[in-house]
Nanobody, 121 residues
Framework: QVQLVESGGGLVQPGGSLRLSCTAS????????MAWFRQAPGKEREFVAS????????NYPRAVRGRFTISRDDGKNTVALQMDSLKPEDAAVYYC??????????????WGKGTLVTVSS
């Protein structure tokens, strides 16, 4: 019954911004770490950001650090990804994911179906 539904994808120019949102249901949202991944054509799925259950520990890979921000709202059962200063190499399908524990030290238990982000002038 776990469901993760992404929204907010679209077309944006280089240097622009987008805010993605993931609405979760079917589990106690506040007990689990959440994450965003992305996958571009011909490439493997790539980790983008994670946030622990309490929302006070966040992790980002070098490729997006300083440009992307992950946040969560336990009252709305949502996790967001604010993307600023977008680059063409950020174009991908972005996936919301749930970890199997309260931190990002474990494995991914569930995936959303993804939302497409296109970065082009």
């Amino acid at each position: 019954q776990v469901q993760l539904v992404e929204s907010g994808g679209g077309l944006v120019q280089p240097g622009g911004s987008l805010r993605l949102s993931c609405t979760a249901s079917g589990f106690i949202f506040s007990s689990y770490a959440m994450a965003w991944f992305r996958q571009a054509p011909g490439k493997e799925r790539e980790f983008v950001a994670s946030i622990n259950d309490k929302g006070d520990i966040r992790n980002y890979p070098r490729a997006v650090r300083g440009r992307f921000t992950i946040s969560r709202d336990d009252g709305k059962n949502t996790v967001a990804l604010q993307m600023d200063s977008l680059k063409p190499e950020d174009a991908a399908v972005y996936y919301c994911a749930r970890y199997t524990s309260s931190s990002d030290l474990g494995t991914i238990g569930n995936w959303g179906k993804g939302t497409l982000v296109t970065v082009s002038s």
